[in-house]
């Protein structure tokens, strides 16, 4: 079992920035990629952005790439995600995941992730 607890979410106008923390416990040897996701009101939850645990290797997607940063700190057992250059758009519960299969790269897809978080929202103002 792996346990994951987000933080950092809270309320920001357009523009500004947020640090999300995710803290894992638990049998965090197992895990090979962790991910943010985000779901807004009446939408599906969809991929943010991941890194594999060993390794560093990153993955975004492509409405944050050049804004939000993933970043771990294997001895805390925590990764971050840094978000600058917030948008309305970017309004969301930001939810924490971690894939225990993955071999290679990070995976993008809901199904592929074995733990959750309880989620931080995330709002932005206009």
């Known amino acids: 079992q792996v346990q994951l607890v987000e933080s950092g979410g809270g309320l920001v106008q357009a523009g500004g920035s947020l640090r999300l923390s995710c803290a894992a416990s638990?049998?965090?040897?197992?895990?090979?990629?962790m991910g943010w996701f985000r779901q807004a009101p009446g939408k599906e939850r969809e991929f943010v952005a991941g890194?594999?645990?060993?390794?560093?290797?990153?993955g975004y997607a492509d409405s944050v790439k050049g804004r939000f940063t993933i970043s771990r700190d294997n001895a805390k057992n925590t990764v971050y995600l840094q978000m600058n250059g917030l948008k309305p758009e970017d309004t969301a519960v930001y939810y924490c995941?971690?894939?225990?299969?993955?071999?290679?790269?990070?995976?993008?897809?809901?199904?592929?992730?074995?733990?959750w978080g309880q989620g931080t929202q995330v709002t932005v103002s206009s």
């Open positions: 995941a971690a894939d225990l299969n993955s071999v290679v790269g990070v995976r993008t897809a809901r199904w592929a992730y074995d733990y």
């Open positions: 638990g049998r965090t040897f197992r895990m090979n990629v």
């Open positions: 890194i594999r645990w060993r390794g560093g290797s990153t």
